[in-house]
């Protein structure tokens, strides 16, 4: 599980045993090292215009990614990954820095292989481009989200830039009756997903 910007270690852990007892699943915290609001944007803008910043920028959440999902190479079954808001971003970008690994060694069957073992849960997500291989994503946006009104038609444009390499996905819209503010909500969000599960 990777989350989003201005949330610190105990925020972050403090999500990570809310999705647990809400969902019912074993996930694991991928900790994002955050930085406060003004170098967060930055990093989460940097992250949507190229992958390659993103992942020099995060350097902490990328990495930790990439070795825990490398160390899958060698077991079989599913690869399910969660991410929250900025948390998409740093996921994408991931799994791209492993698909140019992959391919650039050769090993294009391996990253397809791989590929389609993974399955992306998003909520309240910042990136919609992903690598085209990764067919299981099921992106969720409650109605009213910032960060989902504003990168949305930023990534629908951008996509005629990004290339063949990846496809939009987009989020599936949630009604949601509460404050705009509150849109955004993590806690909000997994009432959605605890409703979608059963």
């Given at each position: ?31 994002n090292g955050t930085s406060g609001a003004v170098l967060d944007i930055g990093f989460a803008i940097a992250g949507i215009l190229s992958s ?147």
């Amino acid at each position: 599980m990777v989350t989003g910007i201005c949330t610190d270690l105990e925020v972050q852990k403090n999500y990570l045993s809310q999705a647990k007892l809400s969902l019912g699943i074993e996930t694991r915290l991928i900790p994002n090292g955050t930085s406060g609001a003004v170098l967060d944007i930055g990093f989460a803008i940097a992250g949507i215009l190229s992958s390659a910043w993103g992942f020099k920028v995060e350097i902490e959440a990328t990495r930790e990614l990439y070795r825990q999902i490398l160390k899958e190479l060698r077991k079989d079954g599913e690869i399910k990954l969660f991410a929250y808001s900025q948390g998409s971003i740093i996921t994408c970008n991931t799994l791209v820095k492993i698909k140019e690994r992959l391919v650039g060694h050769g090993e294009e069957a391996t990253w397809k292989k791989l590929a389609e073992r993974i399955s992306i849960t998003t909520v309240g997500a910042a990136m919609h481009l992903w690598p085209k291989e990764i067919k299981q994503i099921n992106s969720f946006s409650l109605e009213g989200d910032i960060v989902t009104k504003i990168t949305l038609p930023l990534l629908k444009i951008y996509q005629k830039l990004a290339g063949d390499d990846y496809r939009f996905v987009n989020p599936q819209v949630e009604k949601f009756d509460g404050p705009k503010e509150q849109a955004h909500s993590f806690t909000n969000y997994l009432k959605i997903l605890k409703e979608r599960l059963q």
